[in-house]
Structure formats: C-alpha cells, structure tokens
C-alpha cells in the first residue's frame, strides 16, 4: 500500500511566478490538508480539502489556493511568489483524523 | 488565537539520561499528536493521545497528556544516540486543522 506522494520533490522559482504542487494521498483516505513549513520552524496549516471542496483554511492569503479531484488526488497552486514562500510544503492525507504525511516538496524562491 | 508552545526548543543530553519535552496549548482539544522529524526529511507519527489522562509507550518514549491542564509531555528514558531529531506536538481541532508546536531540536550526545 502507497502511502502519501508528493511531486515534485524539490522546485526553484523566481518571485512572481506561479508554481503548483502535487499529492496523491493513502489508498482509501478523503481528506488532504496542507502545510507549510519554514525552515526550523513547525508546519503552519493553509487549508484542507474534503469531498473537493475546501473545508478549513488557515491564515494563509489568498495566493495560496487548491483543489481536490473526485480521485481525491489534491494540489496546491501559489501564485505571485515571494522570497517568504520558500519552505517544504507538506501534505498529509486522514480518513478519520490521524494525518499521515507525505514527504513533502522544498520550494525556494529566488 | 490558538498557541501550542513547546518546552523546551533546544535540548542536548548525554547518552543514558533521562528527560522531558512539554506541550502547552491555549484550547479545547480531544486528541493531540506526537511527530519527529528528521533533518530533510517528513514526519513520522509516533504516538496519537485520544483522551484526558491517556498513557503511550513506545521503545525509549512515553507520552501522556492531561487534558485538563491542556498539557501533553514525552519523556525520553536513557536517551541514545538514534533519538536525535526534532520533535513535534500538534493539536487536533475536531479533525480539520492540526496546530502544531514549536519543535524541540534534540541531540543526544555520547
């Protein structure tokens, strides 16, 4: 049994440009929430997807968005970079609350 | 706002000795988590306390949380070489957002 994937697994990016983000959660999980996590920092929520709607969201702005497919795959799209948004981006599936995580994508902005 | 401070953030101990991480939280939570994670690397859950006075052991570790107190603590018994990692407590807010600490970077010096 996969557990939680992410692609890809490290980006560069340049501020201003766009960059979007891959997780394919757990066989027979419905639930992915995302995470951003700076470097010696705890992962801070953005927002999780359930049922491809988004059901909670952190205090992220609005250039962080997402969305979930009826396969339950998910992605995270950041628009307008900024040299702040360099981090590992995790993403952690649940079907009934316990969160298993995935190994996550490092993102730097130049 | 909701605050999850761990205690404390930087810990060296020698081989053999024993010690404890602590986990406050400013809000109402039914379950809380433990992670460790390694330099680069993902997540790894290592213990999920569901309940007020709840009691996990696994190998060197023993986590507890008091519900009451909004205080989660993992205590480290004859610490060793291989425990050296960051660890994380999060909070569950009814399964759709997870809070987590602060981090506490550990090394276990021979």
């Known amino acids: 049994d996969a557990g939680v994937t992410q692609s890809p697994t490290h980006l560069i990016k340049t501020r201003g440009q766009q960059v979007t983000l891959r997780c394919s959660p757990k066989?027979?999980?419905?639930?992915v929430s995302w995470y951003q996590q700076a470097l010696g920092q705890g992962p801070q929520f953005i927002f999780q997807y359930y049922e491809e709607e988004e059901r909670q969201r952190g205090n992220f702005p609005d250039r962080f968005s997402g969305h979930q497919f009826p396969n339950y795959s998910s992605e995270l799209n950041v628009n307008a970079l900024l040299l702040g948004d360099s981090a590992l981006y995790l993403c952690?599936?649940?079907?009934?609350?316990?969160?298993?995580f995935g190994p996550g994508t490092r993102l730097l902005v130049l | 706002e909701l605050k999850v401070e761990q205690n404390p953030l930087f810990l060296s101990m020698q081989e053999g000795k024993n010690y404890t991480i602590y986990c406050n939280y400013s809000?109402?939570?039914?379950?809380l988590y433990w992670y460790r994670q390694d330099p680069g690397k993902s997540l790894e859950s290592l213990f999920v306390?569901?309940?007020?006075?709840a009691v996990k052991q696994e190998g060197r570790l023993m986590a507890s949380l008091d519900t009451k107190a909004r205080l989660s603590t993992l205590h480290i018994t004859a610490a060793v070489h291989d425990l050296s990692a960051t660890y994380f407590c999060?909070?569950?807010?009814?399964?759709?957002?997870?809070?987590f600490g602060t981090g506490t970077s550990l090394t276990v010096i021979p």
């Open positions: 066989s027979g999980h419905d639930t």
């Open positions: 952690a599936s649940s079907l009934a609350r316990t969160q298993y």
């Open positions: 809000t109402t939570s039914d379950r």
């Open positions: 306390l569901l309940s007020n006075g």
């Open positions: 999060a909070v569950d807010i009814n399964g759709n957002q997870f809070y």
